[in-house]
C-alpha cells in the first residue's frame, strides 16, 4: 500500500449504532416547559413514549463527531468531482446566513429585507446567465430542470402546438431525461459528434415537428464548449422548439460567455455548485430558473414584485404560472449564501474565478495526459475526462484507481460517467485549489500508474487505510437493511450468510 | 476577497505547462461571437464586515406564525456538531469508504423517522413536505389502475398547489379535493366515502391544516377502499405524542420534518420525509441509505437501491430527484438523540397544553375559535386586519392570514403555539386583541 498521507488519513474508528448507547434515564435534558402540563386526552395520545434512543449529551455529541471523522469534506483536501464544482465554501457565508435562522416566513418586516435580497441575487443572476427573468424557488437542480421543463411545457401548450419529444445530448446528467418525464415529455438521446460537442448537423437529422426543446449542458460533461450552440439555438427556433441549457457547469464561463447570448430560452443554475454553497453531505442545494422574456409569465409562483417605491411584495395571482414547485420560497438559507458569494467576489473575482478553474483543470490534463488515456483531444474548460483503458491491459479499472485515490488523501473524481466514456474518470479541480494542492493530486495519480504496472495486486485491495474497506454495494441491495430495527431482526440471518 | 491561491510565478508555471501564453487562451474554444467582452454589472467586492452590515437578517421577537414552518427550541449541540466542515463540505456519499460519516448519520435519521412514523423504512429525506406528497402522488400514479388523487381540502394550500404543479401533465389523472365540515374543521367523512374506490390514491393530512386532528380510525376505514393511500404530517412534532401513522395501516407517511432540530430560516431549507413499508421500496423516489459489508466483513453503509434512481434509469426513473437535504436530514438525526423519547414527549405536550391555555383565556374574552373538533397545537379564529397588523407594529406575528387560501373563511388566522412561546407572549396578544 502507498504510504498514507499524513495530512488527509482517517482515525481508525469503529462507531456502534447510536441506539446501542440506549438505557432508560441517560438523558437528562431540561427542556422549555411555559406551560402547565393540561389533558391531552381528545388527542387521543400514544400510550408509549417514542420509540427514540435514550442518550445523554454528551454521547449524543461523541457519537456524531466521531462519524464526522470518517468523512472526507472540502476542508480537508481536493475533492475533483466532475461537474459537482466542489470549491471552498466560504465561511463568511455560513456566519450571514445564520442571522436569518429565527425569521419565520410569517415574519412580515423581516421578510420585506429578504425580498430585497432575493431581488439583488436575481439581478445577479440575470446578469451572470444575460436572461430576463428569475425564479429562486427550486430547492435543486433537478428541480430546477423540472421547473424549466414544466415553463417549456406549459408554453407549448398554450401555443396549441403538439410537441411532446425532447432531445437531449448522449453526454447528459440523468436526471435529464427523468425531469422531462415528470414534465410530460419523451424523450431522445442524441449522440454527440466525434469531437464531443454536439454539431448543427446532427441536430438537423433529428429535428422535427414533434420535437419541443434541445436540454444541453455547457460547458458539456466532458468539460468540453458546445462551440455551435448558436446555430443550433437558432435552428432550434425556426423549428419551434426551444433550448434549455442545464447550468451545472457555469463555473467554466461567470462573466466570460452569457447562455443569453448563445441563444439560450431557459436554464437552471446549481448554487451548491457555481457560487460556493455547501453541498452539506447531499443537500441543502439550490436550482434557480431563468427565461428568456417571453417565457417569463409560466414561471412559478409565487413572483417578487419591486414597485417604484421600493417595496417588495409577492405576486401569487399569476394567470400562465406554471404553479408553486415549494411549500415557501425554497432554500432561502442557500440563496442568502450564494449572494454573500457573488457579492464578495464581484464582477472581476467572479470573471477571475471562472479563467482560474479553467486554468486549474487545463494544468491536470497536461501533467496527467502522459499517463492515462485521454479519450477527446478537443480543447476543454473546467473539467476533462480520461479512461482506464491504458490501464485496462493490467486489469486495473477505474474503480481500483478512484478507491486508490483515498490512499493518497483525495476524494476521487465522479467515476463512469459520462457513459460516452468507458471507464471515465471525470476531473474538475476547481479555482480553489493552490498549485502544490494539484501538484500533489497530479503525484498521486502518476503513481498511480506505476502501481498499475509495478503492484496491479495493491489497487484492487485499496482502500486498505479507510474507515471501512471497499464496500459491497450488491450486499446492501440484496439484503435492504435501511434502519437498525430491520438489523436486529435481521442479525440471525447476516451471521448465517 | 476572492478564494484563489495562485502566485504570478504560479501562473507562469500554470501556463508553461498548459503551453499558452496568455490566461485568456484558455478560452480559445470560445468562439469569439459568443465571448462576453463587458464587466458584469454586480457590486462587490465587499469586504465581510460590510458584508454582515448590509446581509443581515432581522427577525420580530416571538409570534405565533407556524402554519407547516415552526419555531421551536434547538439544542446547542444540533449547530455545533451539524457545522462541522465534514458533515458540511461533503457532496452526496457516492464514495462510501469515505463517507460512513454522512451514510451512518443519515441511516440513523431513517432508523428515527421509521419508528417514529411507524413505518418499515424512510428514505434519506425530499425537498420539503410539499414535494414529498407531489413524490407519494407520482409513485401512486404509477400504480396499474389509479386515475384519481384525492386530497383532502384540510391539507395544508401550498402543498396542494405543488401537488397541481407536479400533476399538470401527468396523463388521465384528476386531481380531487375533500371538503371540510365549516363547524368542527374536520374532513367531511360522507363526501369522503362517495369518492373512494380502487381507482383512486387518497392523501389525508393529521393534524390537518386547521390543527385539527382528523378522525383517523373512521378515515382509516374509508381509505381502506381506495387503491393507495397516505398520511401528510406537516408537524413532525406531533409525532411525539399523537398515535403513530403507521398503526392506521397506510400505504406511505410523509410530511415536513423541519420541526426536528432545524430554523424557521425565512421558510428553507426545509426536510421532506417520506416513509413507506417494505411492499413499496422499490417504487418509492429518493436517495436511500443501507447497511452492508466491507471485502473484510465488517459492518458499513452505502447508498442502496440505486436501480430505481435516474442515473441509471434516466427517463424510467420513479423520481428525478439527486440531491436530497442531507444536512439537515443529520440535525434531525442529531436533533431526536439530543430529545429522547421523554423529551420528544415533553415538547409535543407543551405546545399542545400551551395552545390549549391560550384558547380557554380567548374564550374567556369572548372570542370563540372557528372550529369546535379537538386541536393539537394550532387553531383558527378571526381576527380583522386592521388589528393583526396593529399587532404587527407590535413586533408580534400574530398569525397567518388564511382567507386567501379559505375565502369561505373570512378573516380567518391560523394561531400556532409551540413551547418558545412565553406566558407573557400569550398576555401581550391577548391584551392587544
Known amino acids: 500500500m502507498p504510504a498514507r498521507e499524513s495530512i488527509t488519513c482517517f482515525p481508525e474508528i469503529r462507531e456502534p449504532l447510536l441506539n446501542t448507547r440506549s438505557a ?43 462519524l464526522s471523522r470518517l468523512n472526507y469534506g472540502i476542508d480537508h483536501g481536493m475533492y475533483p468531482l466532475g461537474s459537482c464544482t466542489m470549491k471552498y465554501n466560504p465561511k463568511i457565508s455560513e456566519a450571514i446566513a445564520g442571522s436569518f435562522a429565527a425569521i419565520h416566513p410569517a415574519d412580515g418586516n423581516a421578510m420585506h429585507e429578504i425580498l430585497e435580497f432575493c431581488c439583488l441575487l436575481e439581478d445577479c443572476l440575470k446578469e451572470i446567465c444575460g436572461m430576463d427573468a428569475c425564479c429562486l424557488w427550486p430547492a435543486a437542480g ?111 464561463l461567470m462573466g466570460i460567455a452569457r447562455p443569453g447570448d448563445m441563444g439560450v430560452d431557459c436554464l437552471h443554475v446549481n448554487l451548491h455548485k457555481t457560487f460556493g454553497t455547501p453541498h452539506g453531505g447531499g443537500g441543502p442545494g439550490s436550482g434557480p430558473v431563468m427565461v428568456r422574456k417571453e417565457l417569463e409569465r409560466f414561471l412559478p409562483c409565487p413572483v417578487i414584485t419591486r414597485d417604484s417605491r421600493e417595496k417588495y411584495t409577492l405576486t401569487w395571482d399569476r394567470a400562465h404560472s406554471i404553479g408553486m414547485v415549494h411549500s415557501c420560497l425554497g432554500n432561502m438559507g442557500v440563496l442568502i449564501k450564494a449572494l454573500t458569494y457573488i457579492l464578495s467576489l464581484g464582477a472581476e473575482g467572479l470573471r477571475n474565478a471562472a479563467t482560474s478553474a479553467c486554468l486549474n ?8 495526459s502522459g499517463y492515462f488515456d485521454l479519450p477527446f483531444s478537443t480543447p476543454t474548460l473546467h473539467e476533462f475526462v480520461l479512461s482506464d483503458l491504458r490501464q485496462k491491459d493490467a486489469g486495473i479499472t477505474t474503480m481500483d484507481m478512484a478507491k486508490t485515490l483515498m490512499e493518497f488523501g483525495f476524494h476521487p473524481p465522479t467515476v463512469y460517467f459520462p457513459l460516452v466514456v468507458s471507464g471515465a474518470m471525470m476531473i474538475e479541480p476547481t479555482e480553489t485549489e493552490s498549485l502544490d494542492e494539484l501538484e500533489r493530486f497530479a503525484h498521486a495519480m502518476e503513481t498511480i500508474a506505476q502501481m498499475c504496472l509495478t503492484r496491479p495486486e495493491e489497487l484492487h485491495e485499496s482502500p486498505g487505510t479507510c474507515p471501512v474497506d471497499r464496500v459491497d454495494e450488491v450486499w446492501a441491495a440484496r439484503n435492504l437493511i435501511l434502519t437498525w430495527g430491520s438489523f436486529e431482526s435481521n442479525k440471525g440471518d447476516m451471521v448465517s450468510k | 476577497m476572492s478564494y484563489l491561491c495562485q502566485t504570478d510565478e504560479d501562473l507562469k508555471t500554470i501556463l508553461d505547462t498548459i503551453g499558452i501564453d496568455s490566461a485568456q487562451e484558455v478560452f480559445s474554444s470560445i468562439p469569439v461571437t459568443l465571448k462576453y467582452t463587458d464587466r458584469l454589472d454586480i457590486p462587490g467586492p465587499l469586504d465581510e464586515e460590510f458584508l454582515r452590515k448590509t446581509l443581515a437578517g432581522r427577525p420580530s421577537e416571538g409570534g405565533f406564525a407556524g402554519g407547516g414552518i415552526y419555531r421551536h427550541h434547538i439544542p446547542a449541540l444540533v449547530d455545533a456538531v451539524a457545522s462541522r466542515q465534514e458533515f458540511l463540505t461533503a457532496y452526496t456519499p457516492y464514495q462510501p469508504e469515505i463517507s460512513q460519516g454522512t451514510l451512518q448519520g443519515i441511516f ?12 418499515e423504512v424512510s428514505n434519506a429525506s425530499m425537498y420539503d413536505g410539499a414535494t414529498a406528497l407531489a413524490e407519494a402522488a407520482l409513485m401512486a400514479s404509477r400504480l396499474k389502475g389509479i386515475r384519481r388523487i384525492i386530497v383532502t381540502r384540510t391539507t395544508h394550500p401550498a402543498y396542494r398547489a405543488v401537488l397541481r404543479t407536479y400533476l399538470q401533465n401527468i396523463r388521465d389523472l384528476e ?20 369518492a373512494v374506490g380502487e381507482d383512486a390514491a387518497f392523501f389525508v393530512q393529521q393534524p390537518n391544516y386547521f390543527g385539527i386532528v382528523e ?29 403513530r401513522p403507521g ?34 421500496v422499490r417504487r418509492m423516489p429518493g436517495r436511500v441509505v443501507g447497511m452492508t459489508k466491507d471485502h473484510n466483513g465488517r459492518d458499513a453503509f452505502c447508498l442502496t437501491l440505486a436501480t430505481r434512481e435516474q442515473h441509471i434509469r434516466r427517463e424510467k426513473a420513479t423520481s428525478n430527484i439527486c440531491s436530497n437535504q442531507g444536512l439537515c436530514a443529520l440535525r434531525s438525526a442529531l436533533y431526536l438523540s439530543a430529545m429522547g423519547p421523554k423529551g420528544l414527549r415533553t415538547v409535543a405536550s407543551q405546545c399542545a397544553s400551551g395552545a390549549r391555555y391560550l384558547m380557554a383565556a380567548l374564550k374567556d374574552k369572548g372570542i370563540q375559535p372557528l372550529f369546535g373538533a379537538p386541536f393539537f397545537h394550532e387553531f383558527v379564529m378571526k381576527m380583522d386586519e386592521k388589528k ?8 408580534i406575528i400574530a398569525g397567518i392570514p388564511i382567507a386567501a387560501d379559505y375565502p369561505e373563511l373570512p378573516d380567518a388566522v391560523l394561531i400556532t403555539v409551540t413551547e418558545m412561546n412565553t406566558k407573557e407572549d400569550l398576555r401581550c396578544l391577548l391584551e392587544n386583541l
Request: glycine residues 10%; proline residues 6%.
Open chain 2, 175 to 194: 386531481l380531487v379535493e375533500i371538503p371540510f365540515d365549516p363547524d368542527t374543521g374536520r374532513t367531511d367523512l360522507r363526501s369522503l366515502e362517495e
Open chain 2, 215 to 243: 378522525p383517523m380510525e373512521k378515515i382509516a376505514e374509508i381509505s381502506s377502499k381506495t387503491g393507495f393511500w397516505g398520511m401528510v404530517i406537516t408537524e413532525a412534532i406531533s409525532l411525539g405524542i399523537m398515535k
Open chain 1, 24 to 66: 432508560q434515564g441517560k438523558n437528562t435534558r431540561v427542556l422549555p416547559s411555559p406551560f402547565d402540563a393540561t389533558d391531552l386526552g381528545d388527542l387521543g395520545p400514544e400510550e408509549s413514549l417514542p420509540d427514540l434512543p435514550d442518550v445523554s449529551e454528551v454521547e449524543t455529541v461523541r457519537h456524531f463527531t466521531r
Open chain 2, 247 to 280: 398503526s392506521y395501516d397506510p400505504d406511505v407517511v410523509v410530511g415536513e420534518a423541519q420541526s426536528f432540530g432545524n430554523p424557521v430560516c425565512a421558510g428553507g431549507p426545509l426536510l421532506g420525509f417520506f416513509c413507506v413499508n417494505k411492499n413499496h
Open chain 2, 388 to 395: 393583526r397588523l396593529a399587532l404587527k407594529d407590535l413586533g
Open chain 1, 361 to 368: 483543470a487545463n494544468y491536470l490534463k497536461s501533467r496527467l
Open chain 2, 108 to 119: 440513523e435519521y431513517q432508523s428515527m423517522m421509521a419508528s417514529l412514523t411507524g413505518m
Open chain 1, 142 to 252: 433537478a428541480h430546477g430542470e423540472l421547473t424549466g421543463m414544466l415553463v417549456i411545457k406549459k408554453a407549448i401548450a398554450l401555443s396549441g402546438r403538439k410537441k411532446n419529444t425532447v432531445l437531449i445530448p448522449d453526454t447528459a446528467h440523468g436526471t435529464n431525461p427523468a425531469s422531462c418525464a415528470i414534465a410530460g415529455f419523451g424523450t431522445k438521446s442524441i449522440p454527440s459528434g466525434e469531437q464531443g460537442y454536439l454539431t448543427a448537423e446532427i441536430l438537423k437529422e433529428h429535428l422535427n415537428e414533434d420535437i419541443a426543446a434541445l436540454m444541453i449542458t455547457n460547458p458539456n460533461t466532458l468539460g468540453i464548449f458546445e462551440r455551435e450552440i448558436h446555430d443550433i439555438a437558432g435552428l432550434l427556433h425556426d423549428n419551434g422548439a426551444y433550448l434549455y441549457m442545464d447550468g451545472a457547469n457555469l463555473n467554466a
